[in-house]
């Protein structure tokens, strides 16, 4: 499998391998000039092989210029991705992520079920790995479910603020199947930030990577009173644009 290259990796490789273009370039140009200094005047420098070896230097030096423009490149490429990204700052996101911090003694997930189930258990993680809570859904029909943990942890102590926790579910029908399910993180998307060159959205209390959002929405606009119908809500309009009252 061939592994991605971030920008900033591609941009390293670059730098490093204009480093080694430069200095044989450097060499090749000392090398030479020592070659014209002691060549015999009875038995000059070819000058088909003299054509050559500056063909070759040209080439050396346009290797070194696409170098330059491919950084630059990148460079452009990284800042677009941000100005991208900062289109979503208020837009209400989901992802498909597990990681949330826990703050003011709550951690909040959603999890979603392919079909209804007869069984859900949920797992709190720690940063280590290790399960700090499980319990029981009271959600098992199909769809997306949200869940709040109050930071309480199965020995009975309250887990400390600003902790990074996960949510792990597994699902089940009646007849002991296993029932597709994946955890969510839900929220209006409050900032942006750029991590190796990939930028990543502030949901709630997660920094999730860009890749992993799954669904956007506008923000919901406000809603008319339900006793308010449309020939009061044009008569407040003329009435408020009147400029007798």
Do not use: C
Not at 77 to 91: D, P, S
């Amino acid at each position: 499998m061939v592994d991605a290259v971030s920008a900033s990796q591609a941009g390293a490789r670059m730098n490093a391998g204009s480093q080694m273009l430069a200095s044989n370039f450097e060499t090749f140009l000392l090398l030479l000039t020592a070659q014209l200094r002691n060549q015999d005047p009875l038995s000059p420098l070819d000058s088909n092989e003299f054509t050559g070896q500056l063909t070759q230097m040209a080439g050396v030096e346009q290797q070194l210029l696409t170098n330059d423009l491919l950084t630059a490149l990148l460079e452009q490429t990284g800042g677009g991705a941000m100005t991208g990204a900062a289109n979503y700052i208020g837009r209400q996101a989901t992802a498909a992520w597990q990681a949330v911090k826990l703050q003011d003694g709550a951690a909040t997930w959603s999890y979603e079920l392919a079909s209804n189930a007869a069984e859900v258990t949920l797992e709190v993680l720690n940063g280590n790995g290790d399960v700090v809570w499980t319990g029981q859904g009271d959600q098992t029909a199909e769809g997306v479910h949200d869940f709040t943990w109050d930071g309480r942890t199965k020995a009975g102590g309250q887990a400390p603020d600003g902790g990074v926790y996960t949510l792990r579910v597994s699902a089940a029908s009646a007849g002991g199947s296993q029932v597709a399910s994946q955890v969510l993180v839900r929220g209006r998307v409050t900032g942006v930030e750029m991590y190796d060159s990939q930028p990543y959205l502030t949901i709630g209390r997660s920094v999730v990577p860009l890749t992993h959002v799954i669904a956007l929405e506008e923000q919901g606009q406000a809603q008319l009173p339900p006793d308010e119908d449309e020939e009061s809500l044009m008569a407040s309009i003329a009435s408020a644009l009147n400029p007798f009252n």
